[in-house]
């Protein structure tokens, strides 16, 4: 049957917090409890209004922490030049995406109807994975220290070799390959997706995990649109826990692998040449820390960081070099700054 992937559109009381990037009004903090009614300080999950967080967010993260700060704080500062890579960056995916499925916009009433689509965006790809075949802008969703994670898997297909790779398209506007930071970052993207993919397929996320996480009612009502698409790819269902449960059975039951090999391709934007492929390395151990390590600032235990002297050329190409306090702190001397040094 035709594969379609599905894209949201939002009626009015879809509009779910938990990924808006907007802060919460001071008056929506909690307040201790006892005499002095004191306010607790807010973690950036908090203040920001996040239940979950993306891949890339931890991605960017590991290029320079406070520039992830800034950007979501102030988009519009970004460099025009940057703004423009993004965008045709995101078109060049959407002409593969075309390549392999139809997208289709549907249309939601409630949180749970937004999240329903990207389960069943999932769901319609299973059977496609399972029969050996190749499958573009795979939702994935995990737990990582206690923090809700999604991400979205450029191309997951199998090797000749019959191993499950997954392809990690990476465009550029320079027609060379990318430096050691860059690549460090891009590779950590592919080990959380890795990472949590695999937990999936082991069935380590739970219905209710992810109901909790995300405060999502599974006996919420889905929306027509939603049952009707649900229909189309095979799946008769009511309430918003059904898909979940169906999401969870068939990650479990449907024999699909690990994922075994992990690929990054770069490529030139203007030209479309590829520039070169990257095999990556994954180290279990090594993406746990480094990722306990970046959300331990979005869980408030440590203050937010800027990159080390080393990494300092960096900020000659950072949009926020102008008005970012870590880089004035820098230049003061090292006893000017706060917060424990960084170490990785
Ligand atoms: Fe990070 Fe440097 Fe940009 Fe500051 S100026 S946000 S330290 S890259």
């Known amino acids: 049957s035709e594969l379609l992937r599905l894209l949201e559109e939002a009626g009015d009381d879809a509009l779910q917090p938990g990924h808006s990037g907007q802060p919460n009004s001071s008056s929506d903090l909690p307040l201790e409890s006892g005499k002095m009614k004191r306010k607790r300080?807010?973690?950036?999950?908090?203040?920001?209004?996040?239940?979950?967080?993306?891949?890339?967010?931890?991605?960017?993260?590991?290029?320079?922490?406070?520039?992830?700060?800034?950007?979501?704080?102030?988009?519009?500062?970004?460099?025009?030049?940057?703004?423009?890579?993004?965008?045709?960056?995101?078109?060049?995916?959407?002409?593969?995406?075309?390549?392999?499925?139809?997208?289709?916009?549907?249309?939601?009433?409630?949180?749970?109807?937004?999240?329903?689509?990207?389960?069943?965006?999932?769901?319609?790809?299973?059977?496609?994975?399972?029969?050996?075949?190749?499958?573009?802008?795979?939702?994935?969703?995990?737990?990582?220290?206690?923090?809700?994670?999604?991400?979205?898997?450029?191309?997951?297909?199998?090797?000749?070799?019959?191993?499950?790779?997954?392809?990690?398209?990476?465009?550029?506007?320079?027609?060379?390959?990318?430096?050691?930071?860059?690549?460090?970052?891009?590779?950590?993207?592919?080990?959380?997706?890795?990472?949590?993919?695999?937990?999936?397929v082991q069935g380590q996320l739970k219905p209710d995990v992810i109901t909790s996480h995300i405060h999502l009612r599974p006996e919420q009502p889905l929306g027509s649109h939603i049952r009707e698409h649900a229909q189309k790819v095979g799946f008769t269902v009511t309430c918003f826990g059904d898909l979940l449960e169906l999401m969870y059975l068939n990650m479990t039951l449907s024999d699909i692998p690990s994922i075994d090999c992990l690929k990054i391709e770069y490529s030139h934007q203007e030209s479309n040449t590829l520039l070169g492929t990257e095999v990556v390395q994954f180290e279990e151990e090594k993406v746990r820390e480094r990722a306990q390590y970046y959300l331990a600032y979005w869980k408030g235990r440590r203050e937010v960081q800027g990159v080390e002297i080393e990494e300092a050329w960096k900020c000659q190409s950072c949009s926020y070099s102008e008005i970012c306090d870590w880089r004035r702190k820098r230049a003061e001397g090292p006893e000017q700054r706060s917060g424990p040094k960084k170490s990785k």
Request: hydrophobic residues 40%.
């Open 41 to 200: 300080a807010q973690t950036p999950l908090e203040k920001y209004d996040l239940n979950y967080l993306c891949v890339t967010d931890l991605s960017t993260q590991s290029w320079c922490e406070q520039q992830m700060v800034y950007g979501r704080e102030l988009p519009q500062q970004q460099a025009p030049e940057t703004v423009v890579l993004l965008n045709t960056g995101k078109s060049i995916h959407l002409a593969r995406e075309l390549e392999v499925h139809d997208v289709v916009k549907v249309h939601t009433t409630s949180k749970e109807d937004s999240w329903a689509i990207k389960i069943l965006n999932l769901l319609s790809v299973i059977p496609v994975l399972q029969a050996g075949g190749c499958v573009r802008e795979l939702p994935v969703f995990g737990i990582i220290e206690d923090v809700f994670l999604m991400g979205i898997i450029d191309e997951l297909c199998y090797s000749a070799k019959g191993e499950l790779e997954l392809r990690e398209l990476k465009t550029r506007g320079l027609p060379f390959m990318p430096s050691r930071a860059q690549k460090k970052k891009d590779y950590f993207q592919v080990c959380l997706y890795k990472y949590i993919f695999d937990a999936m």
